[in-house]
């Protein structure tokens, strides 16, 4: 059998993993615990009985960026949409990273930003964080003035850490920056600022955001960015036409009439998971307070991936980021309904004890 080798620059890269398990509470990849209301199946199903299915899709997608940019009080052509924002983050470093050219991140923070940048063939520049996790602004700077990145990421709540970015330290990195600021925002809801309110034409500054949490919608595989007209145009060209099929656009454009049920949800996981971080204070462990729907702990009485192992045995599946750099013997636990947490707290309670 003739292997084909792969680009000498892939060789030592290594794929993002995330184990799925069969168990049954699944807290491990940050998705909305609930389904989108009935009323969104029924839109939605109404409207999929009339689809044209021997027809391209709108290429330009132009009802859900209509949809998303009234959200958000901007203009259609500051909306860039595709298959994730995994999917946004790819063409934004397809069109802006590549051979010779270098993106920096601020770790540990979402891995898919540092990967997608190195399958362009970039090179990237990890920062570090302090050791609380929260951003050195003096870090900022010696990246930027030492390798001078052509893309600079945050992340707002910031995965896997939960930590929001105080607008202040935004505002300083995007002083900083040379080049373009990437706000990861797919936690956005969660927190009390966005920097949604810092785009306008004038500024190198994009917003991600991603239908795959707040909006339950992570089946639909839907995400977009909010940033100037000309960059849209740019990524425009560099996407392929027609990736946006036509029931996804007509999913993503539906969900947005019901806002008021997101935000309720939203506001129960906000408490479920202020419940999970009261029940964490009385346990032998440490976690970081999360602005997010999610919380990652390190456990003081065993190892991480030890407590990983004897909670699946419990049936409870949470994310194992022990052995990733920087979050030695930590794991990640999303939020899930009461009855999950529930299941979640007592299983780690019986694992820590
Ligand atoms: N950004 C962050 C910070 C994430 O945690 C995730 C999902 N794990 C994504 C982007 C990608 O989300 P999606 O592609 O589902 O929109």
């Given at each position: 059998?003739?292997?084909i080798a792969?680009?000498d620059d892939?060789?030592?890269?290594?794929?993002y993993?995330?184990?799925?398990?069969?168990?049954?509470?699944?807290?491990?990849?940050?998705?909305s615990?609930?389904?989108p209301?009935a009323a969104?199946?029924d839109?939605?199903?109404?409207e999929?009985?009339?689809l044209?299915?021997?027809?391209?899709?709108?290429?330009?997608a132009t009802?859900?960026?209509a949809?998303?940019?009234?959200?958000h009080?901007?203009?259609?052509?500051?909306?860039?949409?595709?298959?994730?924002?995994?999917?946004v983050?790819q063409?934004?470093?397809?069109?802006?990273?590549?051979?010779g050219?270098?993106?920096?991140?601020?770790?540990p923070?979402?891995?898919l930003?540092?990967?997608?940048?190195?399958?362009?063939?970039a090179?990237v520049?990890e920062?570090?964080?302090?050791?609380?996790?929260?951003?050195?602004?003096g870090e900022?700077?010696?990246?930027?003035?030492s390798?001078?990145?052509?893309?600079?990421?945050?992340?707002?709540?910031?995965?896997?850490?939960?930590l929001?970015?105080?607008?202040?330290n935004v505002?300083?990195?995007m002083?900083m920056?040379t080049?373009?600021?990437?706000?990861?925002?797919a936690?956005?809801?969660?927190?009390?600022?966005?920097?949604?309110d810092?785009?306008?034409e004038?500024?190198?500054?994009v917003?991600?955001?991603?239908?795959s949490?707040t909006?339950?919608m992570?089946?639909?595989?839907?995400g977009?960015l909010?940033g100037?007209?000309?960059?849209?145009?740019?990524?425009?060209?560099v996407?392929?036409?027609y990736?946006?099929d036509?029931a996804?656009?007509?999913?993503?454009r539906?969900?947005?009439?019901?806002?008021d049920?997101?935000?309720?949800?939203?506001?129960?996981?906000?408490?479920?998971?202020?419940?999970i971080?009261?029940?964490?204070?009385?346990?032998a462990l440490?976690?970081?307070?999360s602005?997010?729907?999610?919380v990652?702990?390190?456990?003081r009485?065993?190892s991480?991936?030890?407590t990983?192992?004897?909670?699946?045995e419990?049936?409870?599946?949470?994310?194992?980021?022990?052995?990733?750099?920087?979050l030695?013997?930590?794991l990640r636990?999303t939020?899930g309904?009461?009855?999950?947490?529930?299941?979640?707290l007592?299983?780690?309670?019986?694992?820590?004890?």
């Amino acid at each position: 059998m003739v292997r084909i080798a792969v680009r000498d620059d892939l060789k030592a890269l290594e794929g993002y993993h995330s184990p799925q398990v069969s168990v049954r509470v699944r807290l491990n990849t940050n998705e909305s615990p609930t389904a989108p209301p009935a009323a969104w199946h029924d839109a939605f199903a109404s409207e999929l009985s009339r689809l044209e299915w021997h027809r391209y899709p709108d290429r330009a997608a132009t009802e859900l960026r209509a949809a998303i940019a009234a959200l958000h009080g901007v203009d259609p052509s500051q909306v860039f949409a595709a298959n994730g924002s995994n999917e946004v983050l790819q063409t934004l470093l397809l069109t802006y990273a590549g051979p010779g050219r270098t993106i920096a991140t601020f770790e540990p923070t979402y891995q898919l930003h540092a990967h997608i940048a190195r399958l362009t063939g970039a090179t990237v520049v990890e920062g570090e964080r302090r050791g609380d996790f929260t951003l050195d602004l003096g870090e900022v700077r010696r990246v930027c003035e030492s390798f001078d990145p052509v893309v600079t990421f945050l992340c707002s709540p910031n995965n896997p850490t939960g930590l929001v970015e105080p607008e202040a330290n935004v505002r300083a990195v995007m002083d900083m920056a040379t080049g373009l600021v990437v706000v990861d925002e797919a936690y956005g809801q969660f927190a009390d600022w966005s920097a949604l309110d810092l785009i306008d034409e004038e500024t190198p500054l994009v917003v991600t955001r991603t239908f795959s949490k707040t909006w339950s919608m992570a089946g639909a595989r839907l995400g977009y960015l909010v940033g100037p007209s000309w960059l849209v145009a740019e990524l425009d060209k560099v996407i392929l036409p027609y990736h946006l099929d036509a029931a996804k656009q007509i999913a993503g454009r539906l969900a947005l009439r019901f806002v008021d049920d997101m935000e309720a949800r939203v506001q129960l996981i906000v408490s479920e998971r202020d419940r999970i971080q009261s029940a964490f204070d009385n346990m032998a462990l440490h976690y970081w307070p999360s602005g997010a729907n999610f919380v990652l702990f390190r456990p003081r009485t065993r190892s991480g991936r030890d407590t990983w192992q004897a909670l699946v045995e419990h049936s409870v599946l949470v994310r194992d980021c022990s052995s990733w750099p920087r979050l030695e013997n930590c794991l990640r636990v999303t939020v899930g309904t009461p009855e999950e947490n529930n299941a979640f707290l007592y299983a780690l309670q019986e694992v820590l004890s």
